[in-house]
């Protein structure tokens, strides 16, 4: 645009003045510009301006409107990882249903295959319905991903124990120990092998 308005000035600035057609040009291109502009990030306004809602709603504790804004929020096309997050903390501190939950968490993890919390819920809702190994396949991509926390590991020792792999479990939680020794859970785990 400022090059438009730069070559539009120095050309008035010759003897010889524009005619009409040079105005209209530069209108018509500032039209388009704009309308295109517009119709762009028309998407990405609505969704911020639907996560804002959520975020409000959350804080003053509208546990259901802020679940549904933030909904309204992805779907309207917000690509940001940040609102993708928080949908998921959202929809996990609001205690939305389990079967809900779990669609919502496949949904997420289809959008970012490496969001920690993403995996670590879906995996406890899927070790806690009796399905212990994709439970297993989240918590392992946990501790590939984050392999010096020892939540991926208590969890994956835990989807162990469900699938009765005691032995692997007790090995995977010894070796996990000497790595987090002041870790009480891990202890707990070692206690009931």
């Known amino acids: 645009m400022g090059l ?26 500032t039209f388009l510009y704009a309308t295109t502009a517009t ?44 609102t993708h997050a928080v949908r998921v903390y959202m929809h996990t501190e609001c205690k939305t249903r389990n079967d809900l939950l779990l669609k919502i968490l496949n949904e997420e993890l289809t959008y970012d295959n490496t969001n920690l919390i993403a995996l ?37 020792a835990k989807s162990l124990i469900a699938m009765d792999k005691n032995k692997i479990a007790k090995e995977f939680l010894l070796k996990t120990q000497t790595e987090h020794p002041e ?3 891990i202890k707990a785990l070692l206690s009931n092998l």
């Open 39 to 82: 119709v762009f990030h028309f998407k990405h306004i609505k969704s911020n301006y639907y996560h804002r809602l959520a975020v409000i709603d959350k804080l003053n504790g509208n546990c259901k409107g802020a679940t549904q804004n933030i909904d309204k929020a992805i779907h309207a096309g917000n690509f940001y990882l940040m």
């Open 120 to 156: 670590l819920y879906r995996g406890q809702i899927l070790l806690m319905s009796g399905y212990p190994f994709p439970a297993f396949k989240d918590f392992n991509k946990v501790v590939q991903i984050l392999p010096h926390r020892p939540t991926g590991k208590i969890w994956l």
């Open 183 to 185: 870790n009480k859970e």
């Open 4 to 29: 438009l308005a730069g070559l539009y000035i120095k050309h008035q600035s010759r003897s010889i003045k524009p005619g009409k057609i040079y105005v209209g040009l530069a209108v018509l291109i």
